[in-house]
């Protein structure tokens, strides 16, 4: 057994990120396993440091599957597990997706790449298999410490997060002038109905009217005829 304190440099596609990790692994107990790692990797300080890479690349390859932004707030907790997963199973393919995340004053869709781990049904695409799988090694302890941001990327995620908001409040502007637009243009159409409907109305009492005085008339003139 033994325990691992780590700095590891991460590229994201958009920055980088200093994290440093602890980590405890046990090696297999069984004579298959141990025989097959001192054969093929060595004595003590050898199989040390093979495992000490692979935490790395397996670390380093959380990258690839997450912007900078994304790992400064909502997926930092997904760091650790990615990682993990990635030294004890294999390294996982990513994927780039694009979302819609609104329209532009111009009605044209506002798509952001999305980067993840890709999967097929459910399980992640293993493109490397783990080497610590292969002897048996597992990894009782992995936590992720701390992460540090070098201030170019800090400044970047920060512009993102304003030009985002900035974004945002136009759209919501827009949407907000549209609302107005479509609340006036019914207020509109109300009154058009109403007016119309008065119109008719008052018609229809003037035909009535007509209609009442002629008949009046038609009867007056038959009683003066009658006389």
Known sequence: DGKF?????VQFPD???????????????????????YK??????????FIRQQIIEGVKQVGNKMTSADAYADRRPEIAIIARD?????????????????KDKDGNPILVKEYDVKTINGQPVITKT?????????????????????????????????????????????EEG??????????????????VTIAQKEKDVAVLDAQREKEV???????????
């Open 130 to 174: 783990s080497a610590l799988k292969e002897y048996g090694i597992s990894l009782p302890q992995f936590n992720l410490k701390s992460m540090k941001f070098d201030d170019k990327t800090i400044a970047l995620i920060e512009a993102k997060k304003n030009a985002k908001r900035a974004q945002q409040d136009a759209i919501t502007a827009y």
């Open 217 to 227: 008339a038609t009867l007056n003139a038959e009683k003066a005829k009658q006389e």
């Open 178 to 195: 549209q609302a107005k637009v479509a609340q006036k243009k019914a207020e509109q159409e109300a009154i058009k109905i109403e007016a």
């Open 15 to 37: 920055g980088h990120a200093t994290i440093d990790i602890t980590a405890r692994y046990q090696l297999s107990l069984t004579e298959k396993h141990q025989t097959a790692l």
């Open 86 to 102: 990635q030294i004890l199973k294999g390294i996982f393919a990513a994927e780039i997706t694009e979302r819609e995340t609104g």
């Open 5 to 9: 304190n780590q700095a590891v440099t």
């Open 40 to 49: 093929n990797i060595g004595v003590e300080s050898s199989v040390r440091e």
